[in-house]
């Protein structure tokens, strides 16, 4: 039983405005931040994953429940800060440079913040020095890197010989994906995961940090 | 002029392979971006990528880029920054009225060179000059920064009063059908027989088949009408209509552009299985496809010796439904340095292998096949 069953409906029929209402109504009632995450917005994520997984949900349907999982989280992150508490890892992510799309990664984010990760959003066409500041600025436990293009992939491999070169590569887990990327190129390239897909992929960055 | 649909259909009926592989002969140039922007050279490059392949079909560079970038200059957006640019909010109506401008003739140096490479082609005897422009939704998803939730949110019965991500899409989409109708324009006029018009984004990344199922007209809305518009202006200008779209499908997908769009070739996605898909397709449209190019690249993803099955499955399948079809790549091959030897291996297979009935591919149909 969710802590809060309106909310999480609401992430799993993607009504951003519901789920906003439903958090500020649980906020009000005394439920805490972390309570809600844990209680009713992982499980709505899970769902929805399991859904996707099933051939019942497609990436739209993704979308629109990160984005109410977003709307609540508008309202639980000043509160998180506030009370001084951290949510569970911290994951970078960003789609490679040379590379514009976007969708995938920012669906990935949405499903890790979803699942109570910190998430720090590149956005696209990143160049491996800036990966390289973020990991030491940031200390994230994983990097999540994107292309969908078979001419950006090898951007992943250079991403990753900058962090080596760096020095951090051995700070953090780096999982990769993407339309063309394949578990025998995570391999090739060095890559700690590979998720096929946005659900597997939040399924993979739980397993580097073993909070599966 | 628009070629006879006997054309596409005696190809099929000939074995004629074929890659989108303009772009893998465009990187033998020294300075292939150079020859991006050099219409004559650009020409040079598509001319011999169909003699190499043995097709009458002079496919140009599969640049979904050059519509945007034609786009946005009509609102002042250079074009270095025009491949990232995205709006975010609504747009005024002087924006609207500079965008949707049918009568502007600017155009960026790829998209001249592109034009000049078709009038090249034009007079090359043996070869069909052959255009491409990025269809009209997957333009307008590049043009915004969330399109796909815009496009739910219709699903879930949203309008354009009430989501301002809605009102951008449709702006972002009454834009782009004119920025395609003008890009098809000038590459009629330079000569163009046939457009591919390439609408990767209509797939179910986009669309959700749940919301589809529950009586959702987006599809309809934002994918079928303005190609339907696109179709007639094409008919009205006697040129072929290719359609390619290579994101995941579902059946009623695949029949909605095989029947209401009719074009003279249907190009699929390596997700379709286009025997089963023949069903769905009149008669009369090729298909083409729909070998998985996009893993060329790997030849531990995908070894040569499973291509080559791939391939025999493909024609042998093909042949046993009886649809006319022609071998090709899923999308264009792309050039990718680092496995550029390991691509070119993957289209040779294509191209070489003989199917399990033992018939090889069709040879020097260049001179045989005059549109």
Redesign the interface.
């Known amino acids: 039983m969710a802590v809060s069953s309106e909310l999480y409906e609401a992430i799993l029929t993607g009504d951003a405005r519901t789920a906003h209402a439903a958090t500020q109504a649980a906020i009000d009632s005394g439920i805490g931040p972390m309570e809600l995450i844990t209680g009713s917005m992982v499980p709505a994520m899970n769902e929805v994953g399991r859904l996707y997984e099933a051939e019942e949900y497609f990436v739209p349907e993704l979308l629109l429940a990160g984005r109410a999982m977003k709307s609540a989280m508008e309202l639980l992150r000043p509160l998180i800060a506030a009370a001084g508490l951290k949510l569970s890892n911290r994951i970078i992510i960003g789609t490679v440079k040379g590379d514009l799309h976007d969708i995938g990664k920012n669906i990935v984010a949405s499903m890790l913040e979803g699942s109570g990760f910190e998430v720090i959003d590149l956005g696209a066409d990143v160049p491996p020095e800036k990966f390289v500041a973020a990991v030491q600025e940031r200390e994230p436990h994983v990097v999540c890197m994107s292309s969908l293009l078979t001419v950006t992939m090898p951007v992943m491999r250079t991403t990753i010989q900058a962090l080596e070169s760096a020095g951090v590569r051995h700070k953090v887990k780096v999982l990769i994906g993407g339309a063309p990327v394949t578990q025998q190129y995570a391999d090739e390239i060095g890559a700690d995961g590979y998720g096929d897909n946005a659900s597997l992929a939040v399924s993979a960055v739980k397993k580097l940090c073993a909070v599966a | 002029m628009q070629v006879n649909r006997h054309f596409y259909l005696g190809l099929a009926e000939r074995g004629v392979r074929m890659p989108i592989g303009a772009d893998l002969v465009l990187h033998e140039e020294p300075d292939p971006e150079a020859v991006r922007r050099d219409g004559l050279s650009l020409g040079r490059v598509i001319e011999r990528a169909a003699r190499r392949w043995n097709t009458p079909l002079a496919l140009p560079l599969m640049d979904l880029r050059l519509e945007k970038y034609d786009l946005l200059a009509l609102a002042s957006i250079p074009e270095h920054e025009a491949?990232?640019y995205q709006f975010s909010a609504p747009l005024d109506e002087q924006t609207m009225t500079a965008l949707c401008d049918v009568s502007a003739t600017s155009y960026c140096a790829g998209s001249l060179a592109r034009n000049q490479a078709i009038a090249h082609i034009a007079s090359v005897p043996g070869l069909l000059p052959v255009g491409m422009v990025i269809g009209p939704f997957s333009l307008a998803t590049r043009l915004m920064r969330?399109p796909?939730?815009a496009?739910?949110?219709t699903?879930?019965g949203g309008d354009e009063q009430q989501s301002p991500e809605i009102q951008l899409l449709l702006q972002c989409l009454r834009a782009s059908e004119a920025a395609v109708l003008r890009s098809i324009r000038a590459q009629v006029k330079h000569g163009a027989s046939a457009i591919v018009v390439c609408e990767p984004a209509a797939c179910?990344?986009?669309?959700?088949?749940?919301?589809l199922k529950a009586g959702s007209n987006s599809f309809e809305r934002f994918v079928m009408g303005p190609n339907q518009r696109i179709r007639a202006a094409l008919e009205l200008a006697s040129c072929d209509l290719i359609f390619h779209d290579c994101g995941e499908l579902i059946d009623s997908m695949v029949a909605d552009f095989a029947e209401r769009l009719h074009p003279v070739i249907l190009s699929l996605g390596s997700s379709r299985k286009l025997w089963d898909d023949a069903r769905l397709v009149p008669a009369d449209v090729v298909l083409f496809g729909n070998l998985p190019s996009?893993?060329?690249?790997?030849d531990?993803?995908m070894p040569i010796e499973t291509l080559a099955n791939l391939t025999r499955e493909l024609i042998d399948n093909m042949q046993a439904c009886g649809h006319p079809h022609i071998v090709g790549s899923e999308c264009d091959v792309?050039?990718?340095?680092?496995?550029q030897h390991a691509i070119r291996a993957k289209v040779d297979a294509m191209m070489s292998c003989a199917t399990h009935a033992g018939n090889a591919p069709q040879q020097a149909l260049a001179g045989t096949a005059q549109p």
């Open positions: 491949e990232a969330d796909i939730t496009v739910a949110l699903g879930m179910t990344a986009f669309f959700s088949p749940r919301q996009k893993s060329f690249y790997s531990a993803a792309l050039f990718v340095p680092e496995a």
